[in-house]
């Protein structure tokens, strides 16, 4: 008797499906002496947000692995709501790649601001095992989504380039970036 197969790879899912919205409201324990949000509380934001984003992506549970460059470029005050936006951008094989943005405004909505944004990585692992598990794929629907989607890989590259992962030379999609092209001159 044949035995039957069955497929065991995730269905690839739309970005919307799994997008994250988290919003808090600056209070004076959140703030340093001057009346403005410490960075350290908006990372743990951040990653919360993102984290829940990753989990319901990969419909299991999620650790962080890593944290791209991340820049404070407005100051975000006491009295603040923050509202943090979370969408995973691509799939790999047990990792997602997360682009979280941080929106400040007064309680009224007035004065509405990008202060923040940065990708984080997640690794999806099996409740029980703490194994690493497949993740679905992500279908990028919008042109956004598809900019987002394939510019990941590079992304990917360069954060295992810098984290001793991948020798340089391997990063064929990041070195494409800095290739010149046939009519250029180079410096000597």
């Not at 009295?79 to 979370?86: A, E, H, L, M, W």
């Not at 692992?125 to 989504?145: F, M, N």
């Not at 598809?146 to 992304?155: G, T, V």
Request: charged fraction near 20%; charge should be positive; glycine fraction near 6%.
């Amino acid at each position: 008797m044949e035995s039957l197969k069955t497929d065991t790879t995730p269905k690839a899912k739309q970005v919307a499906t799994s997008e994250t919205i988290m919003t808090e409201m600056i209070m004076p324990n959140d703030t340093n002496p001057l009346g403005d949000l410490m960075g350290g509380n908006l990372l743990r934001w951040m990653d919360v947000a993102a984290g829940i984003c990753a989990g319901k992506h990969c419909e299991s549970h999620v650790v962080t692995a890593s944290v791209d460059h991340v820049s404070f470029t407005q100051p975000i005050h006491v009295g603040d709501v923050i509202t943090i936006k979370s969408v995973v951008t691509r799939a790999f094989t047990t990792s997602v790649e997360v682009f979280v943005e941080v929106y400040s405004a007064d309680v009224t909505g007035a004065n509405a601001r990008l202060c923040n944004h940065a990708y984080l990585t997640f690794v999806a692992l099996d409740k029980q095992t703490r194994k690493k598990v497949t993740v679905p794929k992500v279908l990028p629907l919008t042109g956004e989504e598809q900019k987002q989607f394939d510019s990941a890989l590079r992304r990917r590259e360069l954060r295992l380039v810098l984290s001793g992962r991948m020798l340089p030379a391997e990063a064929v999609h990041l070195s494409k970036l800095f290739k010149l092209g046939s009519g250029a001159k180079q410096d000597t």
